[in-house]
């Protein structure tokens, strides 16, 4: 297999929250739910092992209803979720908080396995890097919002 070097930088901008904070986000949710973590699932299934906890994503008020209806997380207590993410402090793990201003989900990413913290392909080819702050945008109100913009999107193209 040969690789191609391509020395171009992949941006990517991702809210980092500390311990405190996500503590209080989910102190401040109704509803919680925890699933399997999908990054390191799904390095399962190529025969990679990670030593950190399974049970590590959390889903919060109408996200935690989705999983749980759909079987892939249960629900669970506030003192659940912030003693997972007391283990995941623990285990160095990174706070990662979706991508939307109503916080939906905070993920426990690691490095050996989440696209979050693995900024460096192994062969070198590929480095994450931040956007310079003239190219970040404001992320939209819900996960929801980002759907309804994709499927116009779809649609304009359909009709094009």
């Known amino acids: 297999m040969d690789v191609i070097v391509i020395k171009a930088d992949i941006v ?18 109704s509803r ?16 990679k092992t990670c030593k950190h ?15 749980v209806e759909n079987k892939m997380a249960r629900y669970i207590s506030a003192d659940e979720a912030l003693a997972i993410l007391k283990q995941s402090e623990a285990e160095g793990l990174v706070l990662h908080i979706l991508n939307s201003r109503k916080v939906e989900a905070i993920c426990c990413c690691c490095s050996c396995c989440c696209g979050l913290c693995v900024t460096t392909c192994p062969t070198g080819a590929l480095a994450l890097a931040k956007k310079p702050d003239d190219h970040l945008y404001t992320p939209p109100p819900t996960v929801y919002d980002t ?4 499927s116009r999107e779809k649609v304009e193209q359909t009709l094009e």
């Not at 906890?53 to 935690?64: D, G, S, V």
């Open 12 to 29: 990517a901008d991702h809210p980092i929250a500390p311990y405190d904070d996500a503590a209080a986000i989910v102190k401040s949710k």
């Open 32 to 47: 919680i739910a925890v699933a399997e973590c999908f990054c390191r699932k799904a390095v399962s299934l190529y025969g």
């Open 53 to 67: 906890p399974l049970e590590t994503c959390l889903q919060f008020e109408t996200f935690a209803d989705y999983y």
């Open 147 to 150: 759907f309804a913009r994709m």
